[in-house]
């Protein structure tokens, strides 16, 4: 269904910044704010849940920051033998550490999310999560992932691997996000097994059918355009679709707004985060569908359905209604139909 361009209300959610400090009883009072301003954000399976006001420093209630380990004397040993038992051999470019850390799921409720390694090899993408028997892991074939899913809930991230017949999910501090992206980007160019036919073009599109050049984007939204995990080949040709990104930020009752990039091998949509949408609104959702994976789009009057080509696998919980739905700006989904509508298939 083709979008009708008018705004729609969401749910008004403050993003204060983050204030490091040493004090915990000003750490516990920060969490405190972000957990009542976080969309409920649900435990999962191996996360623990701890009492949000049980006294304790301020370094477990902040998240821990994730990193690429530079020996790998600095990876857990029963991480290390576990991911290359399943991905073949790892240097340290090809793992990402991302220790035990604390978040919150509602107020007045906190969880403990388990160490975890993602190990990125050659042909398997594999994590391993720390339990009371020592670790276990979880894998997919690079051949049979179709989207990444990466979305920030403040200073947390929550990355999808959607595979055709799992999903790997992962918890992180988004404070060193742009090392985990780097392993993604290599992991994309895995995941794209054909490239297609695709002309260059650009719509920002605003209130009023107007239209704007891509030289007068803000400043935001040029340096994303820049990003290597939205533009992996700046110099080859894309189809590019701008919502109201002019007005971005500037409205707590409108749906998260961006930009939207089809070239060659996959479809990248990036857009504010859509789990605060207070302003200002930081940091940017990101969403990677592989060109051959990509089975539909379509409208419903509020988000953006997703549909991902699984190819003969069973049934799973990732076909219906869409294992991707995206509430966004009505404009960019608009404009996105006007660029794209030859290149993708709308239903």
């Known amino acids: 269904m083709r979008p009708a361009t008018d705004t729609h209300p969401d749910v008004s959610i403050a993003h204060p910044g983050f204030p490091l400090s040493d004090r915990a009883g000003e750490a516990r009072a920060w969490l405190g704010r972000q957990s009542r301003a976080i969309v409920r954000e649900p435990a999962e399976p191996g996360e623990i849940l701890v009492p949000f006001r049980e006294p304790m420093g301020s370094e477990r209630w902040l998240p821990k920051r994730p990193f690429r380990p530079s020996r790998l004397q600095e990876v857990p040993a ?18 990402y550490v991302i220790p035990a850390t604390t978040r919150p799921t ?5 969880v403990l999310t388990p160490a975890r390694v993602l190990g990125f090899g050659e ?9 009371e028997s020592g670790g276990h892991v ?3 074939p690079i051949d049979r992932l179709i989207a990444i899913d990466d979305r920030e809930i403040l200073l947390y991230g929550r990355l999808r691997l959607l595979a055709t017949d799992t999903v790997l999910t992962v918890r992180y501090s988004t404070v060193s996000r742009e090392e985990l992206q780097e392993n993604l980007c290599v992991l994309r ?3 794209a097994s054909e490239r297609m036919a695709i002309e260059s073009g650009f719509l920002w599109l605003e209130p009023g059918d107007r239209r704007r050049p891509q030289a007068e984007l803000p400043h935001k939204w040029r340096v994303v355009l820049d990003y290597p995990w939205v533009r992996a080949e700046p110099a080859e040709p894309a189809l590019i679709a701008a919502g109201d990104v002019g007005r971005a930020g500037s409205s707590k009752m409108r749906s998260p707004t961006g930009i939207a990039v ?11 985060p859509s789990r605060h949408v207070d302003t200002p609104r930081y940091g940017v959702d990101l969403l990677a569908v592989p060109r051959a994976r990509l089975k539909s789009l379509s409208w419903d009057g509020k988000s953006l359905l997703v549909r991902l080509d699984r190819g003969n ?8 209604p869409a294992p991707v ?7 960019l989904v608009e404009a996105m139909w006007q660029t794209m509508g030859s290149a993708a298939l709308w239903v």
Do not use: F
């Open 313 to 320: 696998a069973a049934p799973s919980i990732l076909d219906e």
């Open 106 to 110: 509602r107020p007045g409720e906190s």
């Open 189 to 191: 160019r895995g995941m």
């Open 262 to 272: 089809l070239d060659s091998t996959e479809l990248v949509i990036a857009t504010e």
């Open 78 to 95: 029963p991480a290390l033998a576990a991911l290359e038992a399943v991905c073949g051999s790892l240097q340290v470019d090809h793992l």
């Open 138 to 140: 979880q894998s997919a």
């Open 123 to 131: 042909t398997t993408v594999a994590m391993w999560v720390d339990d």
């Open 325 to 331: 739905t995206l509430t966004i700006d009505p404009y």
